[in-house]
C-alpha cells in the first residue's frame, strides 16, 4: 500500500490547521476554472487510496468524483486510481494464470451481447479469458451476468471458483465485489447521481489477475489516446482499445472502426474495415437467449456472427496470436467453425 502523498505546495497553502486531510484534493479539482488542475500520479494513487481505505467523508467522495466528472480524468488519473485499487484488492495468494482481461460493465441496451460469445470462442480454444463487472446499474440494460446465466455459465463465487473455471472451461467471470467490495459500492453511486462516475472509467483497467493483453471499449473515439496512455503508464504489455457496441468491447460489424492496440509501450492505429456492407440491423431487446440459439446454429443472424468474429479477431491481436487483421480474420473465422461444445454451459 502506497505512503500518503502530500499535495502540492499550491493547494496545501491554502489549508487550515484543521482542516481534513482530504480537502486538498478536491480543492486542486474545484477552485474554479483558471485555478483548477488535474492530479499528478502520485496524487492520484494517494487519493483513491484514502477513498478506499474509508478516510474520507462520504460528501468529500460525492464531490471528488463529480468534479473529476466535470473536468474529464486524464491518463495518470487513471492510472493512479487503478494503481491505488490494485494495491488493495482481494486476490489469491497464487493468482491462476489468465492470456487475456475482459472487463464488462456497461451492459447491452441495444442486440445481445455478442461479445459474450466471441469470448468463449476463445476459450473454447484453449485462450484462458477472465471476465469482470459489477452489479448491474440500471434496469434498462441486460448485463453480463443475466446473459451468461441463461447460458448456464455461473459466475464465480470465490477465486478458487474461478481457478477451477479457467482450468476446466479456459473462462470465468467474477464480479467485481471479489476483488473489491468497495469498487463496488462505488459503482452503485450512480443511482445516488444519476451518473457515471471515473470509477466507470478506471475499473476497466484493474485486470486483477495480470493478464498479459487487455481488451478495452469506449463510448467516444476521443477516448482512445487517453486509455492508452493509462496502459502505457500502468505498463499494460498489450491493450486493444476500441469503440464497442454500447460500451462493451463489442465490435460494430456494420461500420468502420478505428482501434488503438497499446504493445510494448508504444501504439499503433487499426483501421478494421466493416464486416457487413449493409446497414446493421434494427434496434432490438437484447435478449440471451438468442446467443446460445447462435452458437449451436439453431438459428442464423449474419450481424451476430460477424459480430463475434470481429471482436474475436481484435482479441487474437491483442493477444499477440496473430500478425496482423487479415491473419486473424482467418483464424477468429475457422474457430468459429470449429467451435464445438459451449465452454462451462450447463443444461437449464
Known amino acids: 500500500m502506497s505512503e500518503r502523498l502530500p499535495i502540492a505546495t499550491e493547494d496545501a497553502d491554502h489549508a487550515s490547521p484543521d482542516e481534513h486531510p482530504f480537502a486538498a484534493y478536491v480543492r486542486a479539482l474545484g477552485r474554479g476554472r483558471r485555478s483548477a488542475r488535474s492530479l499528478a500520479f502520485d496524487e492520484a494513487r494517494t487519493a483513491m487510496g484514502m477513498v478506499l481505505d474509508g478516510q474520507t467523508d462520504p460528501l468529500q467522495t460525492g464531490a471528488f468524483l463529480m468534479l473529476l466528472r466535470m473536468k474529464e480524468e486524464t491518463a495518470d488519473e487513471i492510472a493512479g486510481f487503478t494503481l491505488a485499487a490494485r494495491e488493495r484488492a482481494r486476490l489469491p495468494a497464487q493468482p491462476p494464470a489468465v492470456d487475456l482481461d475482459w472487463p464488462s460493465y456497461a451492459g447491452k441496451r441495444q442486440q445481445p ?15 484462458r479469458v477472465l471476465m469482470h463487472g459489477g452489479a448491474p446499474q440500471t434496469t434498462d440494460r441486460l448485463y453480463t451476468p443475466e446473459a451468461l446465466g441463461v447460458l448456464g455459465i455461473a459466475p464465480a463465487h470465490d477465486w478458487d471458483d474461478a481457478a477451477r473455471a479457467l482450468d476446466a472451461h479456459c473462462f470465468a467471470y467474477v ?46 473515439p476521443a477516448y482512445a489516446r487517453l486509455h492508452g496512455g493509462a496502459a502505457r503508464r500502468l505498463g499494460q504489455a498489450s491493450t486493444m482499445i476500441f469503440r464497442g457496441d454500447g460500451g462493451e468491447c463489442e465490435l460494430r460489424p456494420q461500420a468502420d472502426s478505428r482501434c488503438l492496440h497499446v504493445v510494448a509501450g508504444s501504439e499503433r492505429e487499426i483501421l478494421f474495415p466493416r464486416l457487413l456492407a449493409t446497414a446493421g440491423p434494427a434496434p432490438c431487446a437484447p435478449a440471451a437467449g438468442l446467443l446460445g440459439a447462435l452458437w449451436s446454429g439453431e438459428r442464423a443472424d449474419d450481424y451476430g456472427e460477424a459480430a463475434v468474429i470481429g471482436t474475436a479477431a481484435l482479441a487474437l491481436i491483442a493477444m499477440r496470436c ?10 477468429a473465422r475457422g474457430y468459429w467453425h470449429e467451435r464445438g461444445t459451449l465452454p462451462g454451459a450447463t443444461a437449464r
Open 175 to 220: 464480479p467485481l465485489a471479489l476483488p473489491s467490495p468497495v469498487l463496488q459500492q462505488l459503482l452503485a453511486l450512480r443511482r445516488v447521481f444519476g451518473l457515471r462516475s471515473p470509477v466507470n472509467t478506471f475499473v476497466r483497467h484493474l485486470n486483477p489477475l495480470g493478464a498479459p493483453a487487455s481488451m478495452q471499449s469506449l463510448q467516444h
Open 113 to 127: 451481447p455478442w461479445f459474450l460469445l466471441a469470448a468463449l470462442l476463445l476459450a473454447a480454444h484453449g485462450h
Open 322 to 331: 496473430a500478425d496482423g487483421l487479415p491473419e486473424a480474420l482467418e483464424i
